[in-house]
């Protein structure tokens, strides 16, 4: 199972971008993916308080990040080559990470090859309440791979046969 996790330049639904993408694949732990996204030009806007909880500089994704088309590309090879037959990442919170994927896709004039899906689709609705209870407990570093790896590993202890 392929879980995602997305780090952004804050929480404006109209203005904040991806910055950090971590993909951790639970059958294959040392083959996740995790990069940091360059900002697009376009992309300006940068929450102080924001980079307080994830700890990164702007700076640091114009030093260390990948543009967005690679960025896409990379996610569409590594999800077609790891997902489920379903051919979906699972994400703990679906609507802001689609939300930041289709900035980054249709910043890079891309079409993501991919579905995403919530916890919902692997796991029974009455376990549901106990895996988010489990991830309140949990101190999240807020950096993409290892926030998905947390997520990961709880849910593969929770985990049932998919409904969808």
């Given at each position: 199972?392929?879980?995602?996790?997305?780090?952004?330049?804050?929480?404006?639904?109209?203005?904040?971008?991806?910055i950090?993408?971590?993909?951790?694949?639970?059958?294959?732990?040392?083959?996740?993916l995790?990069?940091?996204?360059?900002?697009?030009?376009?992309?300006?806007?940068?929450?102080?308080?924001?980079?307080?909880?994830?700890?990164?500089?702007?700076?640091?994704?114009?030093r260390?990040?990948i543009a967005?088309?690679?960025?896409?590309?990379?996610?569409?090879?590594?999800?077609?080559?790891?997902?489920?037959?379903?051919?979906?990442?699972?994400?703990?919170?679906?609507?802001?990470?689609?939300?930041?994927?289709?900035?980054?896709?249709?910043?890079?004039?891309?079409?993501?090859?991919?579905?995403?899906?919530?916890?919902?689709?692997?796991?029974?609705p009455?376990r549901?309440?106990?895996?988010?209870?489990?991830?309140?407990?949990?101190?999240?570093?807020h950096?993409?791979?290892?926030?998905?790896?947390?997520?990961?590993?709880?849910?593969?202890?929770?985990?049932?046969?998919?409904?969808?």
């Open positions: 199972m392929l879980i995602i996790d997305i780090e952004a330049s804050g929480l404006d639904p109209d203005h904040s971008y991806p950090e993408v971590g993909v951790y694949n639970t059958e294959k732990p040392s083959n996740s995790s990069f940091l996204v360059r900002p697009h030009p376009d992309w300006s806007h940068w929450d102080d308080v924001a980079e307080e909880i994830h700890g990164i500089e702007r700076a640091e994704l114009f260390d990040g967005p088309d690679i960025a896409c590309d990379q996610l569409n090879h590594y999800i077609s080559q790891h997902a489920d037959s379903f051919n979906r990442v699972i994400s703990d919170a679906p609507d802001f990470d689609f939300m930041w994927l289709r900035r980054l896709f249709r910043t890079a004039q891309r079409r993501m090859q991919f579905k995403l899906a919530g916890i919902d689709a692997v796991l029974h009455s549901q309440a106990m895996l988010f209870a489990e991830l309140e407990k949990q101190q999240m570093p950096r993409a791979l290892a926030d998905a790896k947390i997520i990961g590993d709880i849910l593969m202890g929770h985990s049932t046969p998919s409904r969808h």
